[in-house]
Structures are given as C-alpha cells and as structure tokens.
C-alpha cells in the first residue's frame, strides 16, 4: 500500500468584478488555512468595493510517495505553490467550490487541460505547508538516491538531516491536533 500524508486545508476564494458581456464576475483561489476548519463552504469572510472573500470549502492535501520527484520540483522553486482546484458554480454569485488539491505541478497542468470546466490556480506554499511538504519528500527520498536527489530548499538552511530534525516535532504537533495525518488510499 502506498504511504501518504493527508492534511486538511481550507481554501479561501475571491470574487472580483470582471469587465466583460458573458459574465459579471470571476472567482479565483486567494487564500490557503492550514488545519481542519468548522467553517461552512460560501460563508462570507470580507468584502470591499470590487471583490468579495468566502471560505470556498475544506480539502485534503494527500501526499503520495509515486509524485515525490514532483514535489521536490515544486519546493526547489523560488516561491513553492499549492495548486486548487475550484468547481465553477452555474451562477456567478455562488462560491467556487473546492474539488482538488495538490503539491505536484505536473498533476495541477494536466488536471487543466483535461478538465476545461474547472479553474485551476496557484496559490504560494505557506511555510508551515511547505516544511510538511520538506519534511515528507526527505522522509520518501529512496535511501540509495544520490545526494543530487534530495531537496534543495531554498527557504530552509541545514543538511536534509537536520531539516528533518527540527521538523519532526512540527509533525508531531500537526499529527496531535489533527492538521495532518497518516492516510490510506482510497480503493
């Protein structure tokens, strides 16, 4: 059985004015909270003149060992993203509901091209995020890998080991209240 990690996250997602004849507004992923939420999806969070705010819904960012190498990629950019995938609502006044999540870039690209109805966006990585990210690729890195294998992350200092070290009690504080946990695929 392959190894995951799922941690729950909630998604915030904008409704702005668009100027155009087919629709009045446009919705797009904003925002990323990291932990379970008791928040119910469409609930207004803030609004200004042009654009409003709502908690689009909960997701689950589930980490599997086959896209590590595509992980890594990601994390070993200068600014790491986390990519959501929204359902587009019949009608513009309606929330964007959250349908996928994921860390893999070449997950997200193909995801777009094979779902035209779906608003694929990126989102930058929040650094508790990214160190859980950090902390399952050095875990999944193969033990005979060359040392060119392992992540470079330009956000965090330290050998991969140490890394691991000081984020093994953070993994530990997410597993105690809930904000990620082991899973089991879905058959």
């Known amino acids: 059985m392959e190894r995951t990690l799922c941690i729950p996250l909630g998604i915030i997602a904008e409704r702005s004015r668009v100027n155009s004849r ?5 919705w797009r992923a904003s925002g990323v909270l990291i932990g379970p939420s008791r928040m119910r999806a469409g609930s207004p969070l803030w609004r200004d003149e042009d654009a409003a705010n709502y908690f689009a ?3 689950t960012l589930s980490l599997y ?7 890594r990629v990601n994390v070993e950019q200068p600014v790491p993203r986390l990519y959501v995938v929204l359902a587009a609502q019949e009608r513009d006044d ?8 994921t860390a893999a870039p ?3 690209k193909s995801y777009a091209a094979d779902h035209s109805l779906m608003l694929v966006d990126a989102l930058p990585m929040p650094k508790q995020l990214l160190e859980l990210v950090a902390a399952y690729i050095t875990e999944h890195v193969p033990p005979n890998a060359p040392a060119r294998d392992k992540p470079k992350l330009h956000r965090t200092k330290g050998s991969a080991e ?7 009690p953070l993994l530990q504080r997410y597993f105690a209240y809930g904000a990620a946990s ?6």
């Open 22 to 26: 087919w629709q009045s507004y446009a």
């Open 57 to 59: 819904g909960a997701g």
């Open 65 to 71: 060992t086959i896209d590590v190498p595509s992980y």
């Open 94 to 101: 309606i929330p964007a509901a959250v349908h996928f999540l």
């Open 106 to 108: 070449d997950e997200a």
């Open 162 to 168: 140490d890394r691991l070290r000081r984020i093994g």
């Open 182 to 187: 082991p899973c089991v695929d879905p058959d």
